[in-house]
């Protein structure tokens, strides 16, 4: 076969030539492309990235110093989370810390002020060891309650909210002199009324209560155990040897209390015999009421 004198020149395609440049500003997958998240994934954090603002160091001397002065001129409990927004809106870590540091400065055994929690919140008390010479600094007499009466704030401690039905039906005896007496003192109040017929008034603690027996909350008052074991101690009988009819024992030892003068009923004439197992009405005790 002749061969062709002019052959025709044979294009060849370059494909790396033509071949479409790659997108430089191409755009990143989507979320949907990239398939779904799972949970680990999205709680899951940059430790060095994510680290919360470091908490301020506190000058435990000079906070300190600050919350002495605020509970010197403080007339009652200073709430601690007042005290901690004056001092700088500490945590709750940081104001246990001044806290502690303060209390140290007053050791119970030298010292004749104590830096106390009382009634959710922080106070400067003085030493119990040194009550006595305060009275005769005073020249006042300590309260006196009748037995009835610490009965009934006992039992309104550990079972408020509760009627005057419910703890009469507990003391087996009539709580209407006792309820005034607690109310007159500040130590118990209404906190409400029971949504049943009648709806009668519920009674519980005050604050005053626990700064009076020194609790820094309800939380604080001796289990039943305790109380056991207590007069179980003082006394050397057995727990329910006890009145008759009282199925809750006195929830801490209180002193300087007398159980001589019960409490009468409010409204009572003064020559009205008192009921049967009633408490009877106090004589010759100014102090009772």
């Known amino acids: ?40 994934e999205l709680l899951k954090t940059d430790a060095a990235g994510e680290a919360g603002p470091e908490v301020p160091p506190v000058d435990l001397r000079r906070a ?8 010197l001129v403080s007339s009652e409990p200073l709430p601690v989370e007042k005290a901690r927004q004056i001092l700088g809106d500490l945590t709750r870590e940081q104001f246990e810390e001044v806290f502690l540091a303060l209390r140290e400065k007053y050791p119970p055994e030298s010292s004749g002020i104590l830096v106390e929690k009382v009634a959710k919140g922080v106070q400067l008390r003085t030493n119990p060891a040194n009550q ?5 600094l005073f020249e006042v007499k300590p309260p006196r309650f009748s037995r009835a009466a610490l009965e009934t704030v006992a039992i309104i401690a550990y079972k408020q909210p509760l009627t005057r039905q419910e703890i009469e039906q507990i003391r087996g005896v009539d709580c209407a002199g006792s309820l ?59 727990v329910g040897a006890g009145r008759p009819g009282i199925d809750l024992p006195l929830p801490f030892p209180v002193t300087g209390l007398s159980d001589s003068a019960p409490d009468a009923p409010p409204d009572a004439p003064p020559d009205a015999e008192a009921p049967p197992d009633a408490d009877p009405p106090a004589e010759d005790d100014p102090d009772a009421h």
């Open 1 to 40: 076969m002749e061969e062709n004198p002019n052959p025709t020149p044979s294009t060849s395609i370059d494909f790396q030539a033509v071949e479409e440049p790659q997108d430089r500003h191409r755009a990143e997958p989507s979320p949907e492309d990239a398939g779904p998240i799972s949970v680990d």
């Open 64 to 71: 300190a110093s600050i919350l002495e002065s605020l509970m």
């Open 132 to 136: 006595e010479h305060i009275r005769k």
């Open 180 to 238: 005034k007496t607690l109310m007159e003192r500040r130590l118990a109040r209404v906190v409400g009324k029971k949504d049943v017929p009648g709806k009668p008034f519920l009674f519980g603690t005050t604050r005053e209560f626990m700064e009076v027996f020194g609790l820094g909350s309800l939380g604080e008052l001796p289990s039943m155990r305790e109380i056991e074991e207590y007069l179980a101690s003082s006394s050397a009988t057995h």
